[in-house]
């Protein structure tokens, strides 16, 4: 399923009001910045396990960790152009 996908079914998913208000953040975030990269984590660990609570994202950047790696993380910010 792709990010959108993903994200749609999550917000549906959702009871009412919150439902309404992540349509109407999500919707705010894409018309100020319709070139930000979309991200959905389901707050699931790779052995299926609950670590978080699902999260919309926006944007990216490179996260960097204390062993020295790094990947490609979303930032909850878009600039704007």
């Known amino acids: 399923m792709n990010v959108k996908k993903q994200i749609k079914k999550y917000i ?3 009871p ?4 309404g208000d992540l ?3 999500h919707q705010l975030t ?3 910045s319709p070139e930000c990269k979309l991200w959905f ?3 699931k660990d790779s052995k299926n396990r609950t670590v978080s609570n699902p999260t919309i994202g926006y ?3 490179s ?3 204390a062993d020295g790696t790094s990947r490609e993380f979303f930032s909850n910010r878009c600039e704007r152009k």
């Open 12 to 14: 549906t998913s959702q």
């Open 16 to 19: 009412e009001p919150k439902r």
């Open 23 to 25: 349509r109407k953040l």
């Open 30 to 32: 894409l018309q100020l």
């Open 41 to 43: 984590f389901d707050g």
């Open 59 to 61: 944007g990216s950047h």
């Open 63 to 65: 996260r960097k960790y």
